[in-house]
């Protein structure tokens, strides 16, 4: 196992950055699924831009419902065949609770021609998780039971599953693990918070070891990757792990996983680029052009962004129009770039 890339990077004047990441040949890159920021028209854009920076996607979840039977509905648009020929290859993700409902989904995905389906027990929104799903499920050891039979019993996809440790801490996950060890699950993406924390506060990174040690299936790590630095923080406390999801990480900086696999970019032509790319992506994706909508989402990616490129967001979340916005938002970045 060697260090795949020590390689300059980026010269800036008199300044050579090395890049120390621990990447190897066997790693793999998963971008995280997130809802309504990672969709079809994000993924649109990073496939072009970066088609050899993410193994695979996770979808956004679709959330499962009683009229889900019908493979036109609209919460199948963003794992679309069709769509999603060309780019980065996606694995469904679905939210719910009723093994019957969440069946017609599942022979939805598999006549699409999907092999594999992901299960959403992580999702930390009171809401969500009052329903029983999300998070909410971590508890139902029996009706988790019920989904994985149905699935196997009456599809041929292969299961993943999306869990965090627990509602209040990690016991919810240890009395599961013996049903997660009981069926030939994909894989096991662990997100070692508990839905309390929702997205914020310290990693259990002492947990995530013990579940990563205890669970027969391949673990996925997630959270918290935003910097070479701490995926090389993570591979050397975890050398065993060999697939890393990353999500708000992407959005902050584009060129993280590029980054973390030693793949040089010419960042200053390339950010205006894709973040433009992004824009028309989403306007596309739109059934009608709003502008406000459009300003909204690139508010969205602006509040990741302005975290890794330094800037002060307010004046772009204040300004009230679409051309204004966009002409300060370029400026900043070409400036940020020189
Ligand atoms: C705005 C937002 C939307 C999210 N949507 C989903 C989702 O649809 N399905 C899911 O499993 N996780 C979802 N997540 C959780 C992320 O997939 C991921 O687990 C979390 O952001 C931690 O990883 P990170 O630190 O790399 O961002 C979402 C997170 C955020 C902040």
Known sequence: MGIQAIV??????????????????????????????????????????FPENIDYAVSPFISVSANAQNPSAIQYKDISPAENKDLIPVVPQVLGNDPDQILECAKIIQQFGYREININMGCPKKDIVSHHRGSGLLKETELIKRIFDVIFENTSLQISIKVRLGIKDSSDLEKLMPVINMYPLKSVIIHPRTQEQQYEGETDLKAFEYFAMNIKHTIIYNGDIFTVRDFTRLKTLFPYIKHWMIGRGILKNPFLCADIRGIPYNK??????????LQENFAESLYHYNEITILNKMKEFTKYLSLNYDFDATPLLREPSLEEFNKKFYNVFTSKLK
């Open 8 to 49: 300059p990077k980026q010269k800036t004047q008199d300044t050579v950055v090395f890049n120390y990441s621990l990447f190897t040949n066997e790693d793999k890159l998963v971008l995280a699924p997130m809802q309504n920021l990672t969709s079809l028209f994000f993924r649109k854009t990073f496939s072009h831009f």
């Open 268 to 277: 200053q032509e390339m950010l205006p680029l894709y973040l433009r790319s």
